[in-house]
């Protein structure tokens, strides 16, 4: 059982009860620190780890930053708990891609800050995935988005998708943060932002930017410290269903049904949309680049030597 320190463990009814009335909107970047969690951060503590800490954008430790930490840190722990569950799952494979690719390898945080860690996630806006990608964007960026197949939901092709967009914002910007809020509000709002401020500084541009993307670097900055930090806080991943971090996925690119896949397989249908979750129509298309395909490990041999079976003679 994690232990919860003293100082937290004697503010916990009041953080109870403040939550309920605080201003909150995590998602879209909108949050008030409510009164009370002060005593709760180790302010002194934070502010020099913040600052040490590897980071491709300036690291400071403002109100803001302060703010979405209180979420993370304390009335919110059990949702950070979870999220860096799902973590140990897809952190990984992102580590693998920004390798690839040559980048900072803490922008793996992003999708912390872009949908909780969560490949499901759709925003009211449209944006979908680990990365929040909208259709437009992703179709841009060469994912299948269509009613059969949403390639943003798949963990390796938005992740992929989203490492080479990152790189690009970087190259025509010139500055993570300017890459990130462009991420964030697009490249074409970031532009106005630039003309309106005269100025290619990113404290120059930041009041002309949507209140949104103000806070972006700061819910950055904070996640960022708790993937990096969170065993300061006595807070560990609660770790999700083992078939999610014991799976592998490799490229397919013969049309194939999940539910041909699940009678090769004798892997139940709930596991493999949970696996696949762009397969939007339980349906693997054919496709000549290859669709990624993830099973329990154990469950590839089968799949394999069915697809490869020979087919009885007449």
Same mark, same amino acid.
């Given at each position: 059982?994690?232990?919860?320190?003293?100082?937290?463990?004697?503010?916990?009814?009041? $953080?109870?009860?403040?939550?309920?009335?605080?201003?909150?909107?995590?998602?879209?970047?909108?949050? $008030?620190?409510?009164?009370?969690?002060?005593?709760?951060?180790?302010?002194?503590?934070?502010?020099?780890?913040? *600052?040490?800490?590897?980071?491709?954008?300036?690291? +400071?430790?403002?109100?803001?930053?302060?703010?979405?930490?209180?979420?993370?840190?304390?009335?919110?722990?059990?949702?950070?708990?979870?999220? #860096?569950?799902?973590?140990?799952?897809?952190?990984?494979?992102?580590? !693998?891609?920004?390798?690839?690719?040559?980048?900072?390898?803490?922008?793996?945080?992003?999708?912390?800050? *872009?949908?909780?860690?969560?490949?499901?996630?759709?925003?009211? !806006?449209?944006?979908?995935?680990?990365?929040?990608?909208?259709?437009?964007?992703?179709?841009?960026?060469?994912?299948?988005?269509?009613?059969?197949?949403?390639?943003?939901?798949?963990?390796?092709?938005?992740?992929?998708?989203?490492?080479?967009?990152?790189?690009?914002?970087?190259?025509?910007?010139?500055?993570?943060?300017?890459?990130?809020?462009?991420?964030?509000?697009?490249?074409?709002?970031?532009?106005?932002?630039?003309?309106?401020?005269?100025?290619?500084?990113?404290?120059?541009?930041?009041?002309?930017?949507?209140?949104?993307?103000?806070?972006?670097?700061?819910?950055? #900055?904070?996640?960022?410290?708790?993937?990096?930090?969170?065993?300061?806080?006595? +807070?560990?991943?609660?770790?999700?269903?083992?078939?999610?971090?014991?799976?592998?996925?490799?490229?397919?690119?013969?049309?194939?049904?999940?539910?041909? +896949?699940?009678?090769?397989?004798?892997?139940?249908?709930?596991?493999?949309?949970?696996?696949?979750?762009?397969?939007?129509?339980?349906?693997?298309?054919? !496709?000549?680049?290859? +669709?990624?395909?993830?099973?329990?490990?154990?469950?590839?041999?089968?799949?394999?030597?069915?697809?490869?079976?020979?087919?009885?003679?007449?």
């Amino acid at each position: 059982m994690r232990r919860i320190p003293f100082t937290l463990a004697t503010a916990w009814l009041g $953080i109870l009860q403040v939550q309920a009335v605080a201003e909150t909107n995590f998602a879209r970047g909108n949050f $008030i620190l409510p009164s009370g969690t002060d005593d709760l951060l180790d302010e002194a503590g934070i502010k020099l780890r913040v *600052e040490m800490m590897c980071s491709p954008v300036a690291t +400071i430790f403002d109100e803001d930053v302060k703010a979405y930490l209180a979420r993370y840190l304390t009335y919110g722990i059990h949702e950070t708990e979870a999220m #860096l569950g799902r973590g140990v799952v897809y952190l990984p494979m992102m580590e !693998h891609y920004l390798d690839m690719n040559g980048l900072p390898q803490q922008l793996k945080y992003l999708p912390m800050v *872009e949908s909780g860690m969560l490949p499901f996630a759709v925003s009211s !806006h449209g944006a979908a995935g680990l990365w929040q990608i909208m259709p437009q964007t992703g179709r841009a960026l060469g994912l299948v988005v269509n009613s059969r197949l949403d390639e943003r939901k798949d963990p390796n092709r938005s992740t992929e998708a989203a490492v080479k967009y990152l790189k690009r914002l970087h190259k025509r910007f010139g500055s993570w943060e300017l890459a990130l809020v462009a991420y964030n509000c697009g490249p074409g709002r970031l532009n106005r932002a630039i003309q309106q401020a005269g100025s290619s500084r990113y404290k120059k541009i930041k009041p002309f930017l949507p209140k949104e993307t103000q806070r972006y670097l700061a819910r950055y #900055l904070a996640a960022t410290y708790v993937g990096t930090y969170s065993q300061y806080h006595n +807070i560990a991943p609660a770790l999700p269903d083992p078939v999610l971090y014991s799976a592998m996925s490799a490229r397919v690119y013969a049309a194939i049904s999940l539910k041909k +896949i699940s009678l090769m397989t004798g892997i139940d249908m709930p596991i493999l949309r949970r696996l696949n979750p762009g397969c939007i129509s339980d349906y693997v298309p054919a !496709h000549k680049k290859g +669709i990624f395909l993830t099973l329990p490990k154990d469950a590839w041999v089968y799949y394999l030597d069915a697809i490869h079976k020979p087919v009885a003679g007449p």
